[in-house]
């Protein structure tokens, strides 16, 4: 409706700002009155038309979105479809939905404020082991419902996938480790040799043994926000 206005306003100006007597259905037509008619479209179209941009509404939902940081953003568009994956980390986002959320509110944000097309939010567990499928939550937001392609046709303009579950201090201590530090313990096959970054790793974290993240994501529904 919004944009049906505008286009009538912009026809309007024209038509008025040229020849005033091309308008037939007006016996007696004028520029002013042209020009006023063009105003009071305009206006009804900005007042009453709405925004387009998609908000949070939902207070319920809102409380459980955290503050979230930018760590790293990666340009992955193509040829008519304007697309980001941005990296973030929320020290605050605990649950399950918070994880989600907090993805979620960040892709939204970025496509807005930068006019993309598609954005993929990936919650990390750490900074320092982004991009490693560590995420503990990853938020797609297309406006068009065209998802990363543009011709998905989406029921929702939102695909959110949280980790339901704690974070074990001793797992994610040892996966920093390993993540970190596996360059240095490749055996004559290019391979991590198991024994000797177990003992590394056992020796910096002053434990007998230990087991890395293993982080397992579910879908989030979220109906309307």
Request: charged share 30%.
């Amino acid at each position: 409706m919004k944009i049906f206005l505008i286009i009538l306003a912009i026809f309007l100006f024209i038509g008025g700002m040229s020849d005033p007597g091309s308008f037939k259905w007006h016996k007696n037509p004028s520029r002013l009155k042209v020009v006023l008619d063009v105003f009071i479209i305009l206006f009804i179209a900005f007042l009453f038309g709405g925004s387009d941009k998609i908000e949070f509404k939902n207070d319920e939902l809102l409380k459980k979105i955290k503050p979230y940081d930018i760590i790293q953003k990666e340009d992955i568009s193509f040829p008519g479809r304007k697309r980001f994956k941005i990296f973030i980390i929320a020290p605050e986002a605990k649950t399950f939905e918070q994880r989600g959320l907090t993805a979620l509110k960040a892709a939204m944000d970025f496509c807005y404020e930068n006019d993309l097309d598609f954005v993929s939010a990936h919650l990390e567990i750490n900074d320092r082991i982004k991009n490693l499928g560590y995420q503990i939550a990853i938020a797609d937001f297309s406006p068009d419902k065209g998802g990363v392609s543009g011709n998905e046709k989406l029921e929702k303009p939102w695909g959110i996938e949280a980790y339901d579950g704690d974070i074990d201090d001793i797992k994610l201590k040892a996966t920093i480790l390993y993540e970190t530090n596996k360059k240095r313990f490749l055996n004559q096959n290019g391979l991590v040799d198991s024994n000797r970054i177990r003992k590394f790793i056992n020796d910096e974290l002053k434990v007998n043994d230990y087991s890395l993240l293993w982080i397992q994501r579910k879908k989030l529904e979220i109906d309307s926000i």
